[in-house]
């Protein structure tokens, strides 16, 4: 026969008071089949102890039963087949945290290493593999956006004073005006996929969540430097709202982070730098100094994404390009870039109407576009594409830069 391993005086508190607690502490240090003497005074406590143990599979001896005595019993810790947890998986690999490349829709919303009690609907995603979603870079870059954050009122100096002529102003704010309808797309993009992602990859889903957040951030210090000076805002062309169109319309989670991170964003970097090179104005270097490291964050996050993803889908390459040209092909109709932005670009870069200054800033954006371009091509390369491809594929992206 088992001995007893432990006593649990329960004083006079029952089960509806914590006492369930005190017992199932005693009977996790038994082993299945050892017994735990049970002591205590409330008057409804040998009721509720039997209906306890029962529904947990915990054999009870009678105790004494006499009305008002104290009640005196012996638990026997049920074998490890019949009480709650039976059957119960882990939601992750066996070591504490750790990620498993196909986790189970039954998992639900369970914390990444939890205990999962069996039943329970099991919760669709539509990303349910690591392959479609993952990064190794993913945990570095999200503690490294978390760290990142900052706060638009304190990071900008809204309060600075300057004086830039009317018509360079109109120029920056045609930009910006420009700068936010595609941040738009930046933030409903990834915020889409949020709900499509399994939360095993919970440090993809928290990296996505922030970048929506970036984007938020940045719509909000373009609009208000457009502000500023109390004109209206710039223009929206057919050909700009179309390419974002064809962003946006876009399914897969691996083809929308290539099209919207490495192409898109991408070549933001190169403007932003430019309008950080040109801005006229302290207030407009700042918010282009601080989107850029943001989007920096969300480049890598693409770029790290598809490296991973291309090392196991032999497909993934051709699939890439692929989208690339649909879009092309959607696109041929269009005009492009809004002529009235890359006016503005030139005007900015030129800093006055001076010929020789108009003919520097032409030149200035034309090697804007440049450097989109190779940037481009350096990223493709970098997932996988030969030189030549890559400059194809560089060359086929949409001309309203996002």
């Given at each position: 026969?088992?001995?007893?391993?432990?006593?649990?005086?329960?004083?006079?508190?029952?089960?509806?008071?914590?006492?369930?607690?005190?017992?199932?502490?005693?009977?996790?240090?038994?082993?299945?089949?050892?017994?735990?003497?049970?002591?205590?005074?409330?008057?409804?406590?040998?009721?509720?102890?039997?209906?306890?143990?029962?529904?947990?599979?915990?054999?009870?001896?009678?105790?004494?039963?006499?009305?008002?005595?104290?009640?005196?019993?012996?638990?026997?810790?049920?074998?490890?087949?019949?009480?709650?947890?039976?059957?119960?998986?882990?939601?992750?690999?066996?070591?504490?945290?750790?990620?498993?490349?196909a986790p189970s829709a039954r998992w639900g919303l369970a914390a990444r290493g939890?205990?999962?009690?069996?039943?329970?609907?099991?919760?669709?995603?539509?990303?349910?593999r690591e392959e479609q979603v993952w990064a190794d870079l993913a945990p570095r870059?999200?503690?490294?956006?978390?760290?990142?954050?900052?706060?638009?009122?304190?990071?900008?100096?809204?309060?600075?004073?300057?004086?830039?002529?009317?018509?360079?102003?109109?120029?920056?704010?045609?930009?910006?005006?420009?700068?936010?309808?595609?941040?738009?797309?930046?933030?409903?993009?990834?915020?889409?996929?949020?709900?499509?992602?399994?939360?095993?990859?919970?440090?993809?889903?928290?990296?996505?969540?922030?970048?929506?957040?970036?984007?938020?951030?940045?719509?909000?210090?373009?609009?208000?430097?457009?502000?500023?000076?109390?004109?209206?805002?710039?223009?929206?062309?057919?050909?700009?709202?179309?390419?974002?169109?064809?962003?946006?319309?876009?399914?897969?989670?691996?083809?929308?982070?290539?099209?919207?991170?490495?192409?898109?964003?991408?070549?933001?970097?190169?403007?932003?730098?430019?309008?950080?090179?040109?801005?006229?104005?302290?207030?407009?270097?700042?918010?282009?100094?601080?989107?850029?490291?943001?989007?920096?964050?969300?480049?890598?996050?693409?770029?790290?994404?598809?490296?991973?993803?291309?090392?196991?889908?032999?497909?993934?390459?051709?699939?890439?390009?692929?989208?690339?040209?649909?879009?092309?092909?959607?696109?041929?109709?269009?005009?492009?870039?809004?002529?009235?932005?890359?006016?503005?670009?030139?005007?900015?870069?030129?800093?006055?109407?001076?010929?020789?200054?108009?003919?520097?800033?032409?030149?200035?954006?034309?090697?804007?576009?440049?450097?989109?371009?190779?940037?481009?091509?350096?990223?493709?390369?970098?997932?996988?594409?030969?030189s030549d491809e890559a400059a194809e594929i560089s060359a086929l992206h949409t001309?309203?830069?996002?």
């Open positions: 026969m088992n001995t007893v391993i432990d006593t649990v005086d329960l004083g006079g508190i029952g089960f509806g008071e914590g006492a369930h607690l005190l017992l199932r502490r005693a009977l996790t240090r038994a082993r299945p089949g050892g017994r735990v003497a049970v002591t205590g005074t409330h008057p409804a406590l040998a009721a509720d102890l039997m209906a306890w143990c029962r529904a947990r599979g915990h054999p009870v001896e009678a105790g004494t039963a006499r009305p008002g005595d104290p009640i005196r019993t012996l638990v026997t810790r049920g074998t490890s087949e019949s009480y709650r947890w039976a059957g119960a998986e882990r939601a992750g690999g066996a070591e504490p945290g750790q990620r498993v490349s939890a205990l999962v009690e069996r039943g329970g609907p099991p919760v669709t995603y539509q990303l349910i870059l999200y503690a490294q956006a978390a760290a990142a954050q900052w706060d638009p009122a304190a990071a900008v100096p809204w309060q600075a004073e300057f004086e830039v002529p009317d018509e360079i102003e109109v120029a920056v704010i045609q930009v910006m005006t420009f700068l936010i309808e595609n941040e738009q797309a930046a933030l409903v993009l990834p915020a889409r996929f949020l709900t499509r992602i399994h939360p095993h990859f919970r440090e993809v889903v928290q990296l996505l969540a922030v970048q929506a957040a970036d984007e938020a951030r940045h719509i909000e210090v373009f609009s208000r430097r457009a502000a500023l000076s109390g004109r209206p805002l710039g223009t929206s062309s057919v050909g700009g709202r179309q390419s974002l169109f064809t962003l946006l319309s876009e399914p897969d989670f691996s083809l929308a982070s290539f099209l919207l991170s490495v192409l898109g964003e991408g070549s933001f970097l190169s403007l932003l730098a430019f309008l950080d090179r040109h801005a006229p104005d302290p207030i407009t270097r700042v918010v282009a100094r601080l989107a850029h490291q943001d989007e920096a964050r969300h480049v890598a996050f693409g770029v790290a994404h598809l490296e991973h993803q291309a090392k196991t889908d032999t497909s993934l390459l051709p699939r890439l390009r692929s989208a690339v040209e649909r879009r092309h092909e959607a696109l041929t109709g269009t005009s492009g870039l809004n002529e009235d932005v890359f006016d503005a670009l030139v005007l900015l870069a030129a800093g006055s109407w001076d010929p020789a200054a108009i003919a520097s800033g032409f030149a200035a954006v034309r090697e804007l576009e440049e450097d989109m371009y190779s940037g481009r091509v350096r990223r493709l390369i970098r997932i996988g594409f030969p001309q309203n830069f996002m």
